[in-house]
T-cell receptor, first 115, second 111 residues
Framework: ETGVTQSPTHLIKTRGQQVTLRCSSQ?????VSWYQQALGQGPQFIFQ???????GRGNFPPRFSGLQFPNYSSELNVNALELDDSALYLC??????????????FGDGTRLSIL | DAKTTQPTSMDCAEGRAANLPCNHS???????VYWYRQIHSQGPQYIIH???NNETNEMASLIITEDRKSSTLILPHATLRDTAVYYC????????????FGKGTRLHILP
């Protein structure tokens, strides 16, 4: 069973740039969630995708957007990068049905640094 | 805000049982208790979850009080590899629920 993989592992960008982070779900999982984790803090929920549609969103501005593909992999896009966007971005996949989702399985994240 | 309260840090001797408490006094009847841990430089790892009965798996045991207002995660024989931040989360598992992580408990296993 292949776990959740994220790419790249590290990335450096400058303010105002745009970035795309990628996530491959664990085999058999159909739901992907994205989190932002600042240093010393717990992960903060950004949004979740189920069947290629956004299925819930945390308190993040519209410049954070995402996609889920038919193979359940996902992308997180962030436009107009700000210094405060520097963080570890985590992707988690789970198996969901129409009513509920199962335990989330996380990748090891992408460390994004904004200069 | 997180719906749970956990101690900031705890120590446990290697080989002993580590008992991590979590308060969730406002838990609703349809909310589950989940535990995850995050080892340094890795993503969080699912440990266990439960609704009202005690649960056990190969990693840990989860004890939920009868009134469901608190729970304890038990690592029966702690090893140095169990040093991590442990997060207690309550969620109804409904697909539009926003999972909220608090700051967790930093568990140090002492040799």
């Amino acid at each position: 069973e292949t776990g959740v993989t994220q790419s790249p592992t590290h990335l450096i960008k400058t303010r105002g740039q745009q970035v795309t982070l990628r996530c491959s779900s664990q085999s058999g999982h159909n739901t992907v969630s994205w989190y932002q984790q600042a240093l010393g803090q717990g992960p903060q929920f950004i949004f979740q995708y189920y069947r290629e549609e956004e299925n819930g969103r945390g308190n993040f501005p519209p410049r954070f957007s995402g996609l889920q593909f038919p193979n359940y992999s996902s992308e997180l896009n962030v436009n107009a990068l700000e210094l405060d966007d520097s963080a570890l971005y985590l992707c988690a996949s789970s198996l969901s049905d129409e009513l509920s989702f199962g335990p989330q399985h996380f990748g090891d994240g992408t460390r994004l640094s904004i200069l | 805000d997180a719906k749970t309260t956990q101690p900031t840090s705890m120590d446990c001797a290697e080989g002993r049982a580590a008992n991590l408490p979590c308060n969730h006094s406002t838990i609703s009847g349809n909310e589950y208790v989940y535990w995850y841990r995050q080892i340094h430089s890795q993503g969080p790892q699912y440990i266990i979850h439960g609704l009202k009965n005690n649960e056990t798996n190969e990693m840990a045991s989860l004890i939920i009080t009868e009134d469901r207002k608190s729970s304890t995660l038990i690592l029966p024989h702690a090893t140095l590899r169990d040093t991590a931040v442990y997060y207690c989360i309550v969620t109804p598992r409904e697909r539009d629920d926003k999972i909220i992580f608090g700051k967790g408990t930093r568990l140090h296993i002492l040799p």
